[in-house]
């Protein structure tokens, strides 16, 4: 217990701790800030001036529309051809129809709590999840590289005992974290919401489901700064994380996606690692495939593939374990100089 | 007396792809009395900071026993570490904490009162500037630190791995007031140093290493009295004679190296002997004293590694003992 209110305190005392946690709340402050000036309540007032105008432009395109009919009428009894300009019949089966100016296409930007917050969590989840990332592999990585880990390993001999520490110290600082920004996070936008938008249509079902992408949300950034510590005290450097990190993007986003489009994987996709993140923000994404469309036979229905939030959380599942296991493995195993 | 700290057989072999093996411990033994300041002396790469870190737990030795106050390492080091201070080879600290953070997480970690920090600040002479950061210290306080940690536990077993580089020369005198006081009030160190007149002036008792093996070991009186036995000086009235005294000698089977103003000898049993050789030849001795050897010539010799005029030794290059054991059988 005492070592895990040292490594919490040693944590907390650490300038890139400090540091990061400022450009956190500085970052999310700032888009809650900017977001909420591009929100506009929508009043009466606005509403009429809206339809107003949607109304406006809809007897304006019947004016030139008209107009257009005319001049071709003009040209077509003085024998010129008018089908190339005009269109068969000179146009007159386009007349503009009202339902083709919606007032709501005039309208502001209003921000709807219900339909777009769960958007603004995986934005929160993804700034957190890159915090604890940084934090957790410089954490433990900047230990191991200025023998701060041989130090404390001459006072506290069991290894295991102390990485393992170490890692609870580090997730329950990004669990506190999480959960205090996240309130804070969900307050500022309800109350964006309540001032500059809408919270219709907020029943307890919808809360809950909020809730449920908040819990994956907290459980990914955990799952990123667990992955970080574990890189970092594999490689004993804070930059083999951020070096790792890098090397399974590129191969990920960029490597494999090049690989399955020469190799013509049918949903290659599914074979990056973004497509696993958005799924398990989204709760499932839909993979395309446009080969098999026969565009000459009209509208196309793609072959379609599912990954499902499930699986998302098995592939990161087996990465957490993975990286983790061997983190300590290694801890176990290696001499320390 | 009881052995506080005891290697046998340790073994530690480095391995590598490219470079092969490497064998850093290769049967090495140790013993260290309760109570003693107990010097542990080698070259270059003989194999200390190897020994130490296998003894901290740090690295995994290949074979070999050993034991700390009686408790067999590395199985029983979680019970032991509580009374074991230790700094290996100039230790690096968190550079961006300051003096006073870097023992207080420490001693919370050991569970230790907060007022020991300052106590051994105090000690050490980082009073003043335990509040700046690890990172604009100069070398003699960053070591003075690592001292500092060493001492936080209030060890029984206190192993100092080069503890005086980087000391001043005050700092030096203090860390030895420092060691005789810890061992008078029953603490005892171990100490790894190069600089032997240090280690003369303050050890008990030595281990010499050499290429992963003990090469000898024991009080450092009987240590030095085995390679100082028989050395005897020998002045005569007339400066002249030298040579012929040197003749008489060397018939006489004594081994002689001349001096332009004295003779040294060696292997000499009773130093009568010889007065009483060279007043038979007429020749009269004015100076007949027993040399006393320091801990630097005998470490030199011992380990093979004394300079050579017009020769660079290389590190690895000093003095190999046979897998038996020890030359001679002095101390314990
Ligand atoms: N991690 C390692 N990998 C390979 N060889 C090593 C390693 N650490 C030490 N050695 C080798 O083991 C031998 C003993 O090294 P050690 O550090 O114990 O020497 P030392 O007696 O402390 O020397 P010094 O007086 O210079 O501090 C050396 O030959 C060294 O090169
Ligand atoms: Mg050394």
């Known amino acids: ?337 | 007396m009881s052995a506080v700290l005891e290697i046998e057989g340790l073994r530690k072999t480095y391995r590598s792809r490219k470079r092969g093996v490497r064998r850093a411990l290769d049967g090495f033994d140790m013993r260290v009395e309760a109570g003693q300041v107990h010097g542990f002396l080698g070259p270059n790469g003989s194999g200390k900071t190897t020994t130490l870190r296998t003894l901290l737990g740090l690295i995994r030795p290949n074979s070999g026993r050993m034991a700390i106050l009686g408790q067999e390492l590395p199985h029983a080091l979680p019970a032991v570490a509580g009374q074991v201070g230790a700094i290996v080879e100039s230790p690096q600290f968190f550079p961006h904490f300051s003096a006073r953070d870097t023992l207080g997480l420490l001693a919370q970690a050991g569970e230790l009162p907060k007022q020991r920090v300052d106590e051994v600040l105090e000690l050490v002479g980082l009073r003043d500037r335990a509040g700046e950061r690890v990172k604009t210290y100069s070398l003699g306080m960053k070591q003075r630190l690592a001292v500092a940690s060493a001492l936080l536990k209030n060890p029984k077993l206190l192993i100092l791995d080069e503890p005086a580089n980087g000391l001043d020369p005050g700092g030096i005198r203090e860390m030895r007031g420092l060691m005789r006081e810890l061992s008078e009030n029953g603490m005892t160190v171990v100490l790894s140093s190069h600089i032997l007149g240090e280690i003369q002036l303050i050890c008990d008792s030595v281990t010499i290493i050499s290429l992963g093996r003990r090469v000898a070991f024991g009080p450092v009186e009987q240590v030095l009295a085995a390679h100082s036995q028989g050395s005897v000086r020998v002045r005569l009235e007339a400066v002249g004679d030298l040579p012929q005294a040197a003749d008489a000698l060397t018939r006489a089977g004594v081994r002689v190296t001349t001096e332009p103003d004295h003779l040294l000898l060696s292997g000499v049993d009773k130093p009568a002997t010889v007065s009483r050789l060279l007043a038979e030849q007429g020749l009269y001795v004015s100076e007949l004293t027993p040399v006393a050897v320091d801990l630097e010539s005998v470490f030199l010799e011992l380990t093979a590694t004394a300079p050579v005029p017009g020769q660079h030794r290389q590190v690895d290059q000093s003095a190999k003992v046979d897998q038996a054991g020890t030359t001679g059988g002095w101390g314990a």
């Not at chain 1, 004993?236 to 494999?256: D, K, N």
């Not at chain 1, 696993?276 to 196309?300: I, P, R, V």
Request: proline share 2%; with cysteine.
């Open chain 1, 1 to 337: 217990m005492s070592l895990f209110v040292t490594e919490l305190r040693r944590l907390g005392k650490r300038r890139v701790t400090r540091l990061m946690l400022v450009l956190l709340v500085v970052g999310l402050a700032t888009v809650a800030t900017a977001f909420s000036f591009s929100s506009e309540k929508l009043s009466p007032a606005t509403v009429a001036a809206a339809e107003a105008k949607a109304n406006n432009n809809y007897q304006n395109s019947v004016k030139e529309w008209q107009r257009s009919v005319s001049e071709c009428e003009a040209a077509a009894a003085r024998g010129d051809n008018t089908e190339e300009r005009y269109g068969p019949n000179c146009g007159k089966d386009y007349q503009p129809q009202p339902d083709m100016f919606e007032a709501n296409w005039y309208l502001p930007y209003q921000f709807d709590f219900r339909a777009e917050f769960p958007m603004f969590i995986a934005v929160f989840a993804a700034s957190v999840a890159l915090f604890g990332f940084i934090v957790g592999a410089s954490f433990v990585g900047a230990e191991w590289n200025t023998g701060g880990m041989m130090n404390l390993l001459l006072w506290r001999p069991k290894r295991l005992t102390v990485l393992g520490t170490k890692l609870a110290a580090l997730l329950t600082t990004v669990l506190g974290l999480t959960v205090v920004l996240g309130a804070l996070w969900t307050a500022a936008f309800w109350l964006i919401a309540s001032q500059r938008g809408s919270t219709a249509k907020m029943t307890a079902g919808v809360w809950r489901s909020i809730g449920l992408d908040g819990l994956r949300a907290l459980a990914m950034t955990l799952l990123v700064a667990a992955i970080g510590f574990a890189l970092a005290s594999l490689g004993r450097h804070t930059a083999m994380a951020l070096g790792a990190a890098v090397g399974i993007f590129a191969v990920s986003e960029i490597g494999i996606r090049i690989a399955v489009a020469v190799l013509g994987v049918q949903f290659g996709d599914r074979y990056v690692l973004s497509t696993y993140a958005q799924s398990w923000f989204l709760k499932q994404a839909e993979l395309f495939d446009y080969h098999t469309c026969q565009f000459s036979q009209g509208a196309c229905e793609p072959a379609t593939y599912m990954v499902t939030w499930q699986q998302s959380a098995v592939v990161f599942g087996v990465a957490l374990v993975g990286a983790v296991a061997a983190a300590f493995w290694t801890m176990r195993r290696r001499d320390i100089s």
